[in-house]
């Protein structure tokens, strides 16, 4: 049982070092399945998530080894369709590994996955879009299997811009008989990045951050080596504890592109920024405006920092309305920053929040990942003693985030139990 306490009030200054997506290195470690050699990621975060992806891996017989943010991954003996149950329900991304084991090996069965309880994420666009490239698909207990002697390239419309389908899709279609045209499809940073890293390995993809992606499948992919894009939401965290304690962050290994939904809701509420690059410079204001904010796909604001932004909200001068578009139930935090003190109002899919003049230190807990850096965030404004508990979905996305704090002067502390 672990737990973080932090002491409020005190304004961050220094520098932060950004790591490696989250969001984009789960599905490239998922890509390695597709090739018979050794693929090398570059700048791959050392996160409780990772380690699962791998042990999801090892499991079909593949070879990952981690040695200072380098993971290698051989996967030239695969020999298991069916990774354990428990593995897969800890993470909605095991998911991922099904286009590349279909595509590979032509059999896939997988349990359902798990993942922070945000909301219902199914996954029946990935299975229509199996079965469009060729696939048998069949559902029940708790299980998904699919298999097909070979894929064969298809027209396939997503009815959603959903990411992890996308992914998916991508990679089976890279080994599928012909061409795959998928429409409608997610447009994020981390699909560009994953289309690079097919690419890389033999694969012919055009389109990828456009709505329509364009796949011509090969018989073969080869081994690769590849960096990791920056991690657009753990820098957007970084950006909001920044804003909430009127400090002075510099984030360097950042892609501002990335991030100009996020600088644009942050230069509204008052806060002054250098945008350079491959870095950023952020003056904060201790005088917070309040902002309305509606999440929505890329290139829209991310729902992965809706969380940190209202923990930010809850402290302006003024009221803010944040309606969350892309998950349903993403607003569990709410209760948690109201324990401490916040004025939140929740109706439908917004929720309106009301700027207090200060939050006050409480025992709260971490409901899910960016639930957690909310909370992190929130605990650096109190005034007096923060305790997160349920710390585990926190180190599900951020690497060394305890070690990042004290460099730039959080007054924070891990307890073990």
């Not at 298991?80 to 084991?101: H, K, T, W, Y």
């Not at 207090?356 to 965030?377: E, F, N, P, Q």
Request: with cysteine; charged share 20%.
């Amino acid at each position: 049982m672990k737990k973080i306490l932090i002491e409020g009030g005190a304004p961050l200054f220094g520098e932060v070092q950004i790591s490696g997506a989250k969001n984009s290195v789960l599905p490239l470690i998922a890509a390695t399945l597709l090739t018979d050699g050794t693929s090398i990621i570059d700048d791959c975060p050392w996160l409780s998530d990772v380690d699962t992806m791998c042990r999801v891996l090892a499991h079909l017989g593949a070879r990952p080894n981690f040695d200072h943010n380098v993971l290698s991954i051989d996967t030239s003996e695969l020999n298991q369709i069916d990774p354990p149950a428990e593995l897969m329900r800890q993470m909605r991304a095991s998911f991922l590994v099904m286009g590349p084991i279909l595509a590979r090996l032509g059999k896939v069965r997988l349990a359902l996955p798990g993942g922070c309880a945000i909301g219902a994420r199914p996954i029946d666009l990935h299975l229509k879009g199996f079965e469009a490239l060729g696939a048998t698909v069949t559902m029940g207990h708790g299980y998904v299997e699919a298999q097909a002697k070979r894929l064969y390239g298809s027209r396939i419309y997503l009815d959603f811009p959903s990411v992890g389908a996308t992914e998916n899709l991508i990679m089976a279609a890279s080994l599928a008989e012909g061409h795959t045209i998928i429409d409608n499809a997610a447009h994020e940073p981390e699909i560009i990045d994953l289309a690079n890293m097919l690419n890389a390995m033999g694969a012919k993809i055009k389109g990828a951050g456009t709505n329509t992606i364009r796949i011509e499948g090969v018989e073969a992919l080869q081994a690769a080596r590849h960096t990791v894009i920056p991690d657009r939401i753990e820098a957007a965290s970084f950006l909001a504890m920044a804003a909430a304690t009127g400090g002075e962050l510099i984030l360097h290994n950042v892609i501002s592109e990335h991030l100009q939904p996020l600088t644009a809701k942050l230069m509204e509420i008052g806060v002054s920024m250098e945008i350079g690059y491959d870095s950023i410079h952020i003056l904060g204001n201790k005088d917070i405006d309040p902002v309305d904010i509606k999440t929505l796909p890329y290139p829209g604001f991310p729902t992965d920092a809706q969380a940190q932004f209202m923990a930010l909200l809850s402290v302006a001068r003024g009221s803010s309305i944040i309606t969350e578009t892309v998950f349903e139930n993403r607003f569990m935090h709410a209760t948690e920053l109201m324990k401490m003190g916040a004025d939140i109002r929740i109706e439908g899919n917004s929720a309106i929040v009301n700027g207090v003049s200060r939050l006050s230190g409480a025992s709260v807990r971490a409901t899910d990942l960016r639930g957690g850096a909310a909370m992190v965030i929130a605990g650096q404004m109190a005034q007096g003693i923060t305790e997160i508990t349920d710390i585990h979905h926190i180190e599900r996305g951020y690497e060394n985030l305890i070690r990042k704090l004290e460099k730039i002067g959080t007054r924070i502390k891990l307890v073990e139990e």
